[in-house]
């Protein structure tokens, strides 16, 4: 398999994992969780357009018929299932949320063996349940079990849509290349995500200190637009449901990132999850896994 391309994707989870130091910063600027999205959108986009132009202007052309396919990864995979996540969290605990949204991997193996008859092999499942276990002894294991109907539902279908982001993003690589498809479906989750937003008083946080505008860039660039780029290359090389696997490195890092920034207390049942999920990739990747 290409270890590159596992590389890459990993690379993507640890960056999508560095979320919270800066989303906290603007949260606590003023921003709302549907700005911060469309952050995300509008700062990936407007760079990877600019730089299209420059360097690869005819990619910037997509045919009519693949816009749906596009709209499909931004606007569901990335806007609307944002959205049920964050009234996910507002409803559930944070933890209880991030598990709801990381089984998102089984759901990526169906959907795969569905769409593209990809086998579903017992060292995929091993692997899968290494990992998820290993997610759930990291962010922690929930203390209530009368959870709010709406809370799960609304996780659930996060990790559903989250599903499709890569099944849609596997279809899309075979019609257009990582940097296209990843401009578009940003674009087009900010452009769905415009009207929860109030933009005078987004511009109006961003000019109020400079500080702010480092966190937009830190924001867009660092933890959407570089694993963007790097999640759909790999995806372009990868089976989906071996990407899904390995982006069980997002919470990990998260987890890391919590303890090395935020000094939030290092269990011995946050070690052994790092540790499963890290042997979750051993087993992923060990000889004669075909």
Same mark, same amino acid.
């Given at each position: 398999m290409n270890t590159g391309a596992q590389l890459l994707v990993a690379l993507a989870a640890m960056s999508w994992g560095l979320v919270g130091i800066w989303s906290r910063q603007l949260t606590a600027?003023?921003?709302?969780?549907a700005e911060m999205v469309a952050i995300r959108g509008a700062?990936?986009?407007?760079?990877l357009f600019i730089f299209l132009f420059f360097t690869a202007r005819e990619q910037i052309?997509?045919?009519?018929?693949d816009l749906g396919l596009l709209f499909c990864m931004g606007g569901l995979g990335v806007a609307v299932c944002m959205m049920c996540y964050f009234?996910?969290?507002e409803t559930i605990t944070l933890s209880t949320a991030s598990i709801l949204l990381y089984t998102s991997p089984y759901m990526v193996m169906l959907l795969s063996a569905l769409v593209f008859k990809e086998k579903i092999t017992l060292q995929k499942l091993c692997a899968l349940?290494? !990992?998820f276990s290993g997610c759930v002894m990291t962010l922690g294991i929930a203390e209530h079990t009368n959870l709010p109907l709406s809370g799960v539902m609304t996780g659930l279908t996060a990790a559903f849509l989250y599903s499709t982001y890569t099944i849609f993003g596997k279809i899309a690589m075979r019609r257009c290349s990582p940097l296209t498809a990843s401009a578009y479906s940003y674009g087009i989750a900010m452009l769905v995500l415009l009207p929860?937003?109030?933009p005078g008083k987004m511009i109006a946080i961003a000019g109020a200190d400079s500080a702010n505008i480092v966190n937009i860039l830190f924001f867009g660039l660092l933890c959407t637009l570089l694993p963007a780029i790097c999640y759909m290359t790999g995806l372009k090389k990868l089976e989906p449901s071996r990407v899904a696997i390995i982006a069980f490195m997002e919470p990990l890092t998260a987890a890391v990132a919590g303890i090395v920034v935020f000094n939030e207390l290092l269990s011995l !049942?946050?070690?052994?999850?790092i540790a499963m999920i890290f042997f979750a990739l051993i087993v992923l990747n060990w000889?004669?896994?075909r």
């Amino acid at each position: 398999m290409n270890t590159g391309a596992q590389l890459l994707v990993a690379l993507a989870a640890m960056s999508w994992g560095l979320v919270g130091i800066w989303s906290r910063q603007l949260t606590a600027a003023g921003f709302t969780f549907a700005e911060m999205v469309a952050i995300r959108g509008a700062v990936t986009a407007i760079f990877l357009f600019i730089f299209l132009f420059f360097t690869a202007r005819e990619q910037i052309k997509i045919r009519l018929k693949d816009l749906g396919l596009l709209f499909c990864m931004g606007g569901l995979g990335v806007a609307v299932c944002m959205m049920c996540y964050f009234h996910t969290m507002e409803t559930i605990t944070l933890s209880t949320a991030s598990i709801l949204l990381y089984t998102s991997p089984y759901m990526v193996m169906l959907l795969s063996a569905l769409v593209f008859k990809e086998k579903i092999t017992l060292q995929k499942l091993c692997a899968l349940l290494i !990992a998820f276990s290993g997610c759930v002894m990291t962010l922690g294991i929930a203390e209530h079990t009368n959870l709010p109907l709406s809370g799960v539902m609304t996780g659930l279908t996060a990790a559903f849509l989250y599903s499709t982001y890569t099944i849609f993003g596997k279809i899309a690589m075979r019609r257009c290349s990582p940097l296209t498809a990843s401009a578009y479906s940003y674009g087009i989750a900010m452009l769905v995500l415009l009207p929860f937003c109030n933009p005078g008083k987004m511009i109006a946080i961003a000019g109020a200190d400079s500080a702010n505008i480092v966190n937009i860039l830190f924001f867009g660039l660092l933890c959407t637009l570089l694993p963007a780029i790097c999640y759909m290359t790999g995806l372009k090389k990868l089976e989906p449901s071996r990407v899904a696997i390995i982006a069980f490195m997002e919470p990990l890092t998260a987890a890391v990132a919590g303890i090395v920034v935020f000094n939030e207390l290092l269990s011995l !049942a946050k070690i052994a999850g790092i540790a499963m999920i890290f042997f979750a990739l051993i087993v992923l990747n060990w000889k004669g896994r075909r």
